[in-house]
């Protein structure tokens, strides 16, 4: 059974930089792996994606190009690399991951398209 567990994410002064990870257990197979945050009261948001082989990276437009996303399948970790963060970058964070390792072939935007998810990271960021 495949379990995700995030962390890294704190409380932190607009315009810093924080570090998100998710590390996954229960397989050594790769998924493709999207991080989504939400507010309270609101839908999950697509933030980011990665697909299985690390080739290819989708990001949302709020992102701006402040964030990377990057895999290290040794230690079965995705990394979400935020910088310039901004108070509207306040979240709680999760990282998913479809059903299926490897190629993926639905929409890794979409939240639908996922199976497992984690617990979260919560993100403040203070002006």
């Known amino acids: 059974q495949v379990k995700l567990v995030e962390s890294g994410g704190r409380q932190v002064q607009a315009g810093d930089s924080l570090k998100l990870s998710c590390e996954k257990t229960?397989?050594?197979?790769?998924?493709?792996t999207g991080w989504f945050r939400q507010a309270p009261g609101k839908e999950r948001e697509f933030v980011a994606a990665i697909t299985w082989n690390g080739r290819q990276e989708y990001f949302a437009d709020f992102v701006e190009g402040r964030f990377t996303i990057s895999r290290d399948d040794i230690k079965n970790t995705v990394y979400l690399q935020m910088h310039r963060l901004k108070p509207d970058h306040t979240d709680v964070y999760y990282c998913?991951?479809?059903?299926?390792?490897?190629?993926?072939?639905?929409?890794?935007?979409?939240?639908?398209?996922?199976?497992?998810w984690g617990q979260g990271t919560p993100v403040t960021v203070s002006s």
């Open positions: 229960g397989t050594f197979s790769a998924h493709a």
């Open positions: 998913a991951t479809p059903i299926h390792t490897g190629p993926f072939h639905g929409n890794l935007l979409k939240e639908r398209e996922y199976h497992d």
